[in-house]
């Protein structure tokens, strides 16, 4: 396997815009050049088939084209982003990085060898194989950062099949199995990624409006920023087809009020794990929380409301951490679920679960119905430990304008009197001044 059948087509979009970077349009043919260039740097460079390689940088021309040429030449890659932050040394140290190429914010390149032995037998039994590989870090429910290692060849497959062309913003990182999926979804179609200096609301409306942006991937946190920001009042959006969301559960206040404010825009749930890939996946409709999710290569199956994958482009295995996949290749993806005919409504993650006296209490159920109070700008549940009931649900707000806690207080109790079960009001309650969430737009609970 390779990636000639994706040079062939990119060849036929020659003279088409295949990435706008720092507000400049690269076209297919000068991304191909420039792979050609690194092909040459990496043999001069001495860098063999087969060896780890980290790639430093974002969507810019030189690192899509380095993407590419490291694929070409058979090398198990490492993407680093911003959002590794103080873990890049750790991530390193257990990918058993030899050379890592870093691409500055100019696009321009540094080299740094590594004295480094690749020992892990998975790593040894792809590098044997002669398939190039894709190393990608998730945080797991132990906070442990597990590396999982793909056959890169296996996560390209999927790409053969011809999709829309579309022009398509960058918004999940480079070191995210959703910011690889959108780099290959759009390059194969012959479509446009466009890269942005920041995940900013503004930053990204400007973006949409001055290269007429037709999909937006992203988080439903961004999409309440979003919301809370008003960016979208000052853009002109109109170019935007598809806005598709996953990487954490979709509150459905978020959701209606997306609906609300773009009637004409296709809103469409994803979903995918580093360990697994991006299935493909179909929403109900745009103000449905339900969907249907597989397609070629990917099989389903929800056993005591947890849902199994088992997939073609599945991992090879952690590099850290044992395998996660029974007997016969399924994996338990920790995504407690309703089923409803062919379509599922994913309520949460088993670890985010707060059990409060043994019953069960799901977060984003319990931020819908306290971000639709008055002067509610976000709020984020999680648990804490008690004595008494095991644990308790605790409520972080963000408020539009300041507020005594005891009258806050107060409010939360008589608002979700009728709404929820008294087990799930917020037994808790804590302000703060701004939103927490993580380089990668999800909400942080802990």
């Not at 797991?140 to 053969?160: D, Q, R, V, Y």
């Not at 997939?311 to 338990?332: E, H, I, K």
């Amino acid at each position: 396997m390779g990636i000639e059948w994706l040079i062939e087509r990119m060849r036929q979009r020659r003279e088409e815009s295949a990435v706008v970077w720092r507000d400049n349009s690269y076209s297919y043919d000068q991304i191909l050049k420039a792979m050609d260039l690194w092909q040459n740097r990496l043999k001069m460079e001495s860098v063999h088939p087969g060896e780890v390689i980290a790639l430093e940088g974002d969507f810019s021309p030189n690192a899509c084209a380095l993407l590419l040429a490291l694929i070409h030449n058979k090398n198990i890659i490492v993407p680093i982003s911003v959002a590794t932050g103080a873990h890049r040394e750790e991530f390193m140290t257990t990918a058993e990085v030899q050379t890592v190429i870093t691409i500055d914010d100019q696009d321009e390149c540094r080299i740094e060898r590594r004295s480094m032995t690749v020992n892990n037998h998975i790593t040894n039994r792809l590098m044997n194989m002669g398939e190039p590989g894709l190393v990608l870090f998730s945080s797991g429910s132990t906070g442990k950062n597990k590396a999982a290692l793909h056959n890169f060849s296996l996560l390209l497959e999927k790409f053969k099949v011809g999709r829309k062309r579309m022009c398509t913003i960058t918004f999940l990182l480079f070191d995210h199995i959703g910011g690889i999926n959108t780099l290959f979804y759009t390059l194969s179609n012959g479509g446009t990624v466009v890269s942005v200096r920041s995940r900013d609301p503004e930053v990204i409306c400007q973006a949409i409006e001055k290269h007429r942006v037709e999909l937006l991937p992203t988080s439903p946190t961004f999409l309440n920023l979003l919301l809370i920001s008003e960016a979208y009042r000052q853009y002109d959006l109109s170019s935007l087809k598809l806005i598709t969301y996953g990487t954490e559960v979709m509150p459905e206040t978020t959701l209606k009020r997306i609906r609300e404010i773009f009637p004409n825009i296709k809103l469409q749930q994803t979903y995918g794990l580093s360990e697994l890939g991006i299935l493909r996946s179909k929403s109900q409709g745009s103000d449905s929380l339900k969907i249907k999710i597989g397609g070629e290569g990917f099989e389903t199956k929800v056993v005591d409301n947890v849902l199994w994958v088992r997939a073609n482009s599945a991992m090879l295995g952690y590099l850290n951490a044992p395998s996660p996949f029974d007997d016969q290749g399924w994996m338990n993806t920790q995504d407690i679920v309703e089923v409803d005919g062919d379509y599922i409504r994913i309520l949460g993650r088993r670890s985010d679960i707060i059990n409060v006296g043994g019953q069960k209490v799901y977060p984003a159920e319990v931020e819908s119905i306290l971000m639709q109070m008055e002067n509610v700008k976000d709020a984020t549940v999680r648990s804490e430990k008690n004595p008494l009931t095991g644990n308790i649900v605790v409520a972080r707000f963000v408020l539009n304008r300041p507020e005594e806690l005891s009258l806050l207080k107060t409010r939360v109790r008589k608002f979700c009197k009728d709404k929820l079960e008294r087990y799930k009001i917020p037994a808790k309650i804590e302000i703060e001044n701004e939103l927490e969430h993580t380089e990668r737009y999800k909400k942080v609970r802990s």
